[in-house]
């Protein structure tokens, strides 16, 4: 019995497959143009697969273990063949391995290989997650004829400007992807790394962060070090940035992400530009509740693959659907909308107010909210966007973070009456700093009946050259969402100035990410007045008022 097939099945919610005995070819060379050989694997009926659309996926992971038994076998045993090829040094290909920079001339080189082929037919479908999907976007604008359909999952067209951006530096993706990647390798790796786990999050801590990698690895690594020192929208990072090659793209694509994920926000925009330059393409988008690994986010990838691309790649029509699906959280409920962001949503501004209050209404004359944050204790990270850690993440309880004397919460009332916030989020935020360098993180709750305060959407942004006499008005883009806070729930706003290590912690000095070594300190001032009136921007619709009218909240009490 094929036991892993049957569990697959159940757990991926998917239908019966047209067979479950399958044959794998291992170990197929496969030339680039530098004369590297890329090593790859073919899996197929054990009947015959020759002829049949090509289920295509590039990756740095691995060719078996869950990407060939969870992403390619579910696929093959119902109507693909598929080739998983091994990115360069990775699992037996030719090296070396720079992360991103080589994936468009290697992916272009394989595809014109793949094409000529005595096996493979006149369809092939691009899938994958994560890296696996950027290898999708990194020639999706110069594929053959014979490319039908990408399904990129919880991916965008430029990785880098995720964690790599001038707004802030997202320390833990980079520094655990790199960690992961350098021992995947090993026996038993993914039980090992989980050990280790805690190891790097204390690694995460060493000074100068130049140094973090050595610390726990014994040498440099490559990558990390190349991050460290080159900002995301660099020159040393141009061949890795394919957003100007979006527009371009004319492959129908289905996005599958979550609203908990770190790319969400670049593959929301992405799928914009996608159905602004190529409107009559069938381009979809799914999000649901998750972060950048979940069981039923791989069940429904499956599914798109099955259901819309396989599809596609037979000529035929798949079944109709609205071009855009979330998940409403609050709600707990899949939605269809004509487009992102959906129509019917207006900004609304709630300000910060006085004695921690939230409200639609101006903020009156009052003396600013203070805390002191300091690098040496950063604000942590808990829950919302994370990546391969054994932290929490997506939505948690926040009320240990909201304990602390460096988090600042401001609240409405208990709402009378369901919002729904469906959109892009942001906040303006007027501060000071005693220093003039300093970050500002926003994060907005709901809050239950029984006090709970559970994260729906977070951002942060730096500051730099502020003038410490001079107060700034921090623009924070937040997560997008899809949110209904119930009646008799509170919207919250938390204000701190760190989420570590999520995002590199602000020593306050100035200094260079990768040498600096001196931690000081700020006092931190948040403002809320008629002449600064700090404030979330959220896009909602009420569910019973009228559409022009103001939400109504009582006058008082937090």
């Known amino acids: 019995m094929n036991l892993n097939s049957y569990v697959t099945q159940y757990l991926q919610k998917l239908p019966p497959p047209q067979t479950r005995d399958l044959a794998v070819e291992r170990d197929l ?11 790859a694997d073919r899996w197929s009926p054990k009947g015959g697969g020759d002829g049949l659309p090509i289920a295509l996926i590039r990756t740095p992971y691995g060719r078996a273990g869950t990407l060939a038994l969870g992403a390619a076998k579910p696929l093959v045993e119902r109507g693909f063949q598929a080739l998983i090829v091994s990115s360069r040094a990775t699992f037996g290909s030719d090296g070396p391995f720079n992360p991103f920079l080589c994936e468009r001339k290697d992916g272009l080189d394989v595809l014109d290989w793949v094409v000529k082929q005595p096996w493979a037919g006149d369809s092939i479908v691009l899938v994958g997650a994560s890296y696996v999907g950027y290898t999708q976007w990194s020639v999706a604008d110069a594929v053959p004829p014979q490319v039908k359909a990408m399904v990129p999952v919880v ?11 001038e707004g802030g530096f997202a320390l833990e993706t980079p520094f655990t992807w790199a960690v992961q990647v350098e021992r995947q390798e090993r026996r038993f790796a993914n039980v090992r790394n989980a050990l280790e786990e805690r190891e790097i999050l204390r690694a995460m801590r060493t000074l100068p962060l130049s140094q973090a990698d050595v610390g726990l690895l014994g040498h440099r690594n490559s990558y990390f070090q190349n991050v460290l020192d080159h900002d995301g929208d660099g020159p040393f ?10 527009a371009d793209i004319t492959v129908p694509a289905s996005l599958v992400g979550g609203w908990y994920d770190l790319f969400l926000p670049n593959q929301l925009r992405d799928f914009q530009t996608l159905r602004r330059t190529s409107p009559d393409t069938p381009h979809r988008v799914t999000i649901g509740p998750w972060a950048h690994w979940a069981m039923a986010m791989d069940g429904l990838a499956t599914r798109e693959a099955l259901e819309w691309g396989l599809a596609l790649a037979k000529g035929e029509t798949p079944p109709e659907r609205a071009p855009v699906r979330l998940f409403v959280m609050g709600e707990d409920k899949w939605r269809d909308f004509p487009a992102w962001p959906p129509p019917g949503y207006e900004p609304q501004r709630f300000h910060l107010q006085p004695g921690g209050a939230l409200a639609a209404d101006l903020p009156g004359e009052s003396t600013p909210d203070e805390y002191r944050y300091d690098p040496a204790d950063p604000t942590p990270a808990l829950g919302g966007v994370r990546m391969w850690t054994l932290q929490k993440y997506g939505r948690v309880d926040n009320a240990e973070l909201e304990a602390r004397s460096d988090v600042l919460t401001y609240t409405t009332p208990p709402l009378q009456e369901d919002v729904e916030v469906v959109g892009e989020v942001s906040a303006e935020i007027f501060f000071r700093s005693s220093l003039p360098y300093a970050d500002v993180f926003v994060r907005l709750c709901d809050v239950d009946e029984k006090e709970k305060s559970t994260n729906v959407c977070d951002g942060l942004i730096s500051l730099t050259d502020a003038d410490s006499d001079e107060t700034t008005c921090a623009a924070v883009q937040l997560w997008p969402t899809a949110y209904l806070f119930k009646r008799g729930h509170r919207i919250r706003v938390q204000v701190s100035s760190g989420a570590f290590p999520r995002f590199n912690r602000n020593p306050g000095t100035g200094e260079p990410r990768a040498t600096a070594v001196t931690l000081r300190p700020a006092d931190q001032q948040v403002f809320h007045d008629p002449a600064r009136p700090s404030a979330i921007v959220l896009p909602i619709r009420r569910i019973h008022s009228e559409p022009s009218r103001p939400l109504r909240m009582p006058s008082s009490a937090r």
């Open 237 to 246: 990072w141009q061949a890795a940035d394919h957003v100007d090659k979006v």
């Open 29 to 39: 060379p496969v030339p680039v143009r530098d004369g590297a050989v890329l090593l």
């Open 155 to 165: 991916s965008n067209a430029t990785f880098t400007m995720a964690f790599n951006r």
